[in-house]
């Protein structure tokens, strides 16, 4: 009992939860010591209990998964966290492990998958989904270097939510979109892009836009046509 390790649950279906229960305690090796419908139990359950793994999905109820995941790794650098959600997109994934999960693991995969990615990142391991690796892949293909490329002090000076807000405004995204992708809200897209506009003594969408082709963040090819 000493070596197993412990795994709260976090997802707001019920029927689901006992499933992935159900499934996880069939492995002698892991305990689930708890089980959370919404966000803020979760973390509240994360603290109390402390556990070695969490299963999280990402569309909770009243909070980002995202956001509970970056909480979570921020109080409890120890405990890792495992990503189960329906989402398969690649800004998904992306923002899951930038909030500091260790694993992902799509739902329809989570009966073949979710018991080896849990071994694996109790292992100190990163797990990814074997049916999004080459998405993954294939995406990180396609901005080469572009970090490097990045000298100006102004741009310095934003912080990196900011910095990836400003890039999907260049990128023609208007506040709904970057809400849902970024899984934060509409208001606090416009306090950012406000932010973002002071630091950079910037005026206009468009000068924005001119800002982050200077830099070489997004390709002009995306506004012709």
């Known amino acids: 009992m000493a070596n197993k390790k412990t795994v709260l649950i976090v997802d707001d279906h019920p029927l689901f939860r006992e499933g992935l229960k159900s499934l996880i305690s069939r492995n002698p090796r892991f305990e689930v010591v708890g089980e959370a419908g919404n966000g803020r139990e979760g973390l509240r359950m994360s603290k109390r209990l402390k556990p070695d793994l969490v299963v999280m999905d990402l569309s909770l109820p009243d909070k980002s998964g995202i956001d509970?995941?970056?909480n979570i790794r921020g109080l409890l650098?120890?405990?890792?966290?495992?990503?189960?959600?329906?989402?398969?997109?690649?800004?998904?994934?992306?923002?899951?492990?930038?909030?500091?999960?260790?694993?992902?693991?799509?739902?329809?995969?989570?009966?073949?998958?979710?018991?080896?990615?849990?071994?694996?990142?109790?292992?100190?391991?990163?797990?990814?989904?074997?049916?999004?690796?080459?998405?993954?892949?294939?995406?990180?293909?396609?901005?080469?270097e572009k970090e490097a490329k990045i000298t100006d002090a102004r741009y310095e000076t934003l912080t990196s939510r900011e910095q990836q807000v400003m890039r999907l405004l260049a990128?023609?995204?208007?506040?709904?979109?970057?809400?849902?992708?970024?899984?934060?809200?509409?208001?606090?897209?416009?306090?950012?892009?406000?932010?973002?506009?002071?630091?950079?003594?910037?005026?206009?969408?468009?000068?924005?836009?001119?800002?982050?082709?200077r830099l070489g963040l997004i390709d002009v090819d995306l506004w012709k046509g």
């Open 77 to 144: 650098p120890e405990t890792r966290v495992m990503i189960v959600s329906m989402h398969s997109k690649i800004d998904y994934i992306t923002e899951a492990f930038q909030a500091g999960a260790t694993g992902y693991v799509v739902k329809e995969s989570a009966t073949d998958r979710l018991v080896q990615g849990l071994e694996a990142v109790s292992k100190g391991e990163y797990f990814l989904d074997t049916s999004l690796s080459h998405k993954v892949v294939n995406k990180l293909m396609e901005f080469p």
């Open 68 to 70: 509970v995941t970056r």
């Open 171 to 213: 990128e023609g995204f208007s506040s709904k979109k970057i809400a849902e992708k970024l899984f934060i809200s509409r208001k606090t897209v416009e306090n950012h892009r406000a932010n973002i506009m002071n630091k950079l003594d910037l005026h206009s969408t468009m000068e924005l836009v001119r800002y982050a082709v």
